[in-house]
């Protein structure tokens, strides 16, 4: 099974982009997730951005979720 994210955005500024709520978006919703074979779907590492859970001692503890 392959997924994938699928928002309704909308730019507020050059700065600023909202989700908005699905029914917001014309047309079709584009499907989140497919069937696939499994030689069609390779296995791989997806690292997301840094983000910081916390402080410990007056440090930042960073992580990273990888799929």
């Known amino acids: ?9 909308q730019r507020i500024s050059q700065e600023e982009v909202v ?3 699905a029914s ?3 047309g079709e919703q584009p499907p989140s997730e497919r069937q696939c074979k499994r030689s ?4 791989m590492w ?10 410990k ?11």
Do not use: Q
């Open 24 to 26: 917001e978006c014309p």
């Open 40 to 43: 069609n779907c390779p296995s």
């Open 46 to 55: 997806v690292a997301e951005d840094w983000t910081e859970v916390g402080r």
């Open 57 to 67: 001692n007056g440090y930042v503890c960073p992580f990273s979720v990888i799929f």
């Open 1 to 9: 099974m392959k997924t994938r994210t699928v928002l309704c955005l």
């Open 19 to 21: 989700t908005l709520d």
